[in-house]
C-alpha cells in the first residue's frame, strides 16, 4: 500500500518513508550528475547538450506517452556516451598497434646489433693474431741481416753453384709464405673494418628504431590513458543516466549505494602469488608451452623472435600477478600481443604480460603495486591460439628483453 501511494503525482498526501528516499537521492544524483555531464569533450556536446533535468524526469512520470518519449531520449544519449569512449579506445588500440610494431622491429635489431658487435670483435683479434704472426716471421728473416730482402746475401755468401740454387729456391719459399701471410693479414684485417662498418651502420638503425619505439610508446601511452579517463567517465555517465532510466521504469530505487557498488566494484580476490624471499613472484602457475626465441608464429606461420616464455594451462580468467613491484607504465590494447600491461621495476628491471582477457585489466597507468598483487585475467586477445600468458622480462635499464626462466630463477621463482 505504502509503495502504490509512493508514486502518486504530488497530492496533499504526505509521501512515505521510501518515496521521500528516493527523492532525495534522485536530487543528489541529479546535482552530481550535471557537472559530470559537462566535463565531456566537444565532440559529445550534442549528447550532452539537451539533456533532461531531474524535474522533467519527475514530471514525465504523470504522463506515460511522454516517459516513453524521455526514456527513448536518455537511451539515445547512452548510445551517444558508448560511442564516444568506442572511438577513443578504437584510437588508443591503433597506437597500441604501433607501438608493439616498433618495439618488435628494435628488439630485433638489437639481437642482430649485438651479434655484428661480437662478430666484429671476434674478426678483430683474428686480424690482429695474423699480423702479429706476420711481423714474427718478417723479424726471423731480418735476423742476420736486418733487412727481409735475401738477395744481397745469396749472391755474397760462398759455396759451390749447387748450394748457391738452394739459397734461391729456399729464398723463393720464404717470399711466397711471407705473402701468403701478409695477404691473410690484409684480408682479415679488411673483414674486420667491413664488419665494423655493418655494425655502425646497425647502430644507426638501432638508435632509430629506439627512438621510434619511444615515440609510439609514449603515444600509445597516453591515447591509453585518455582512453581510460574516458570510460571511466563514460562508465559514470552511463551509470548515472541508467539510474534515471531505471527509476522511470520503475525497476529499483535509484541509489547512490547501487551506483558506488557497481562503479567503484573491488577487481577481486586479494590473494597474492607465490612470492619468493627477493621479493618477486610467479606472474601465474602453469606450464611453458613456448621458450624465448627465434621461432615459427604459431598464427603468421613466419619466423620472429619469441620475446618472452609463454604460460599456459591456468585456464581463461585465472588471475595474473605483479611479478615484482613498481608502477604500471601501460595498459591498454597493444598489437598483436592483445591487451598488455607493462610495469617498470624501477631497478632497472621491467615485466609485461599479453593476451590478457578482454576488460581483464585490473590496473591503470601510473598506480603502484606490489609483488603478487593481482593485476589482471589471463586471456587469449591478440594472435593467440588459447588463453595463456606471454611474459616478459626487460634488463638494463628496463630496455633490453632477456630470457625471463633464468631471469625468474635467479631471483628464487620456477617458471612452468
Same mark, same amino acid.
Given at each position: ?52 533535468? *531531474?524535474?522533467?524526469? @519527475? ?84 735476423? &742476420? ?95 548515472? @543516466? ?24 573491488? *577487481? ?7 612470492? &619468493? ?16 626465441? *627465434?621461432?615459427?608464429?604459431?598464427v603468421t606461420h613466419q619466423q620472429q623472435f619469441h620475446t618472452g616464455v609463454d604460460l599456459a594451462g591456468m585456464g581463461c580468467g585465472a588471475t595474473i600477478y605483479a611479478a615484482h613491484s613498481g608502477v604500471v ?6 598489437? &598483436? *600481443? ?79
Open positions: 500500500m505504502g509503495r502504490s501511494s509512493s508514486r502518486g503525482a504530488g497530492g496533499a498526501q504526505a509521501p512515505s518513508t521510501l518515496a521521500r528516499r528516493i527523492r532525495v537521492l534522485a536530487a543528489a544524483l541529479t546535482l552530481a550528475l550535471i557537472p559530470a555531464l559537462g566535463g565531456i569533450a566537444p565532440s559529445n556536446a550534442a549528447v550532452t547538450a539537451d539533456y533532461p533535468s *531531474w524535474e522533467e524526469v @519527475v514530471a514525465a512520470q504523470k504522463n506515460e506517452a511522454q516517459a516513453k518519449a524521455l526514456r527513448a531520449s536518455l537511451e539515445g544519449q547512452l548510445a551517444g556516451l558508448q560511442a564516444e569512449a568506442q572511438r577513443t579506445q578504437d584510437e588508443a588500440d591503433a597506437k597500441g598497434v604501433i607501438y608493439a610494431e616498433a618495439q618488435q622491429a628494435y628488439d630485433e635489431q638489437k639481437v642482430v646489433t649485438d651479434a655484428l658487435v661480437e662478430q666484429t670483435a671476434a674478426a678483430q683479434t683474428e686480424a690482429d693474431e695474423a699480423y702479429a704472426v706476420a711481423a714474427q716471421v718478417i723479424a726471423e728473416m731480418s735476423k &742476420s741481416g736486418g733487412s727481409s730482402d735475401l738477395s744481397p746475401r745469396l749472391f755474397t755468401t760462398p759455396g759451390s753453384p749447387d748450394a748457391l740454387l738452394d739459397r734461391l729456391e729456399l729464398s723463393r719459399v720464404i717470399g711466397d709464405r711471407y705473402a701468403d701471410l701478409y695477404a691473410k693479414a690484409i684480408e682479415l684485417r679488411n673483414r674486420a673494418n667491413a664488419l665494423a662498418e655493418q655494425a655502425e651502420v646497425a647502430q644507426g638503425i638501432l638508435e632509430e628504431l629506439r627512438v621510434a619505439a619511444e615515440k609510439a610508446f609514449q603515444e600509445a601511452q597516453a591515447a591509453a590513458i585518455a582512453a581510460a579517463e574516458k570510460l571511466a567517465q563514460t562508465e559514470k555517465d552511463i551509470a548515472e @543516466v541508467r539510474s534515471r532510466i531505471e527509476y522511470l521504469a520503475g525497476i529499483r530505487e535509484a541509489t547512490t549505494a547501487d551506483y558506488n557498488a557497481g562503479i567503484k566494484a573491488l *577487481w577481486g580476490e586479494n590473494a597474492a602469488g607465490e612470492i &619468493s624471499q627477493t621479493g618477486w613472484a610467479r606472474p601465474v602457475s602453469g606450464y611453458i608451452s613456448s621458450q624465448y626465441g *627465434w621461432r615459427i608464429n604459431p607504465t601501460y595498459a591498454g590494447y597493444y598489437g &598483436s *600481443w592483445g591487451y598488455y600491461v607493462a610495469i617498470d621495476h624501477r631497478d632497472g628491471t621491467g615485466t609485461g604480460y599479453a593476451h590478457i582477457q578482454a576488460g581483464g585489466i585490473g590496473v591503470h597507468i601510473g598506480q603502484e603495486v606490489s609483488p603478487g598483487q593481482p593485476i589482471a585475467r589471463v586471456g587469449s586477445t591478440g594472435q593467440s591460439t588459447g588463453c595463456h600468458l606471454h611474459y616478459i622480462v626487460r634488463v638494463n635499464g628496463n630496455s633490453d628483453i632477456t630470457n625471463p626462466v633464468p631471469f625468474m630463477r635467479n631471483q628464487g621463482i620456477t617458471l612452468g
